[in-house]
């Protein structure tokens, strides 16, 4: 693995740690303020913190895992576990979503007193860390190119929407009444369905990559164009690749003089490979075929 991909392993974990941090906080104070409360859809939300710190703990372990350099079982390297310890507590996120939407459904037809005042203050504190914690998680995900911490990024902007949700609820009985105690409920509801869809759509995208899903367009670009104005290359022929962890393996398939010795090609080849890599860190590595093209003015 090079060198830049265990750097941003490490920088990957160091923002793991601190999304951590902020998880067992936040779940505390949801837990707390919606026991003492009276809140169900504050429970809930603690809920859906704590799976955030399970997610928090694995991301960890998984990164630390995915640096793992390839050896003779794995000669692609050990990135892909980041993509699976996602996939299985996106699972586990959708199962508890799941058995809240259940039980707020359960609670529905019951009134219910008003929740404490702390519920509110705990709800709207709640948001605006967590637009934090989006915003950072994000900007980390995009400038190290992780499925995992992309994947726990958006898990964070679906909680704002989560706990918008609380917070509308428990204001609404607030003002009306133990007879708003529905809307209390339909609160807790949305909390469920909220952790259901961002685990499956989590899902969805970890699975794809894990069937080898073409990478990104703009990574397909990047290579068709630099090798296209590398020095005795004629044209692209193919590009194919998968994403594994933070990498991308690709196959470029180059067209060349056709007159060249097998040495060569061989040097070229390497040249063009080195010359990619170093352009672009994101790829873990690259097979560089080259074909004999048509020859100029053909």
């Known amino acids: 693995m090079p060198d830049t991909q265990h750097t941003s392993y490490d920088e990957a974990a160091a923002a793991a740690r601190w999304m951590l941090v902020c998880n067992v906080g936040l779940c505390v104070a949801k837990l707390g303020s919606g026991w003492w409360g009276g809140s169900f859809p504050l429970l809930a939300d603690g809920v859906n913190s704590l799976t955030d710190v399970g997610m928090s703990l694995a991301l960890i372990g998984g990164l630390r895992l995915a640096q793992r350099p390839a050896d003779r079982e794995h000669p692609y390297g050990h990135g892909r576990i980041e993509q699976e310890i996602a996939r299985l507590v996106a699972l586990g996120v959708l199962i508890t979503g799941g058995l809240i939407a259940v039980e707020a459904l359960r609670r529905f037809p019951v009134h219910h007193e008003a929740p404490s005042p702390l519920v509110l203050v705990v709800a709207l504190a709640a948001i605006l860390v967590k637009v934090g914690m989006f915003r ?39 003002w009306g009444g133990p007879t ?19 685990a499956a759509q989590t899902i969805y995208a970890v699975s794809s990559e894990l069937l080898n899903r073409m990478p990104p367009a703009y990574v397909v670009e990047q290579v068709r164009a630099l090798a296209e104005a590398f020095p005795r290359i004629r044209g692209v022929e193919r590009i194919v690749g998968r994403r594994s962890g933070m990498g991308f ?9 056709g007159e060249l010795s ?5 040097e070229l080849g390497h040249q063009v490979k080195d010359w990619l890599m170093t352009e672009l860190p994101e790829i873990a590595d690259i097979v560089v075929h080259l074909e004999p093209g048509r020859d100029v003015g053909a």
């Open 136 to 174: 950072y998680q994000n900007r980390k995900a995009v400038a190290l190119s992780s499925r995992a911490l992309q994947a726990d990024a958006m898990n964070h902007k679906w909680d704002v929407a989560a706990t918008c949700c609380v917070l509308a609820g428990a204001g609404a009985v607030g």
């Open 262 to 266: 097998v040495r060569q090609a061989h």
């Open 249 to 257: 393996f690709l196959d470029l398939h180059l067209e060349v003089d």
């Open 180 to 198: 708003w105690s529905h809307v209390d409920d339909l609160a807790a509801m949305s909390v469920g369905a909220i952790m259901v869809v961002t």
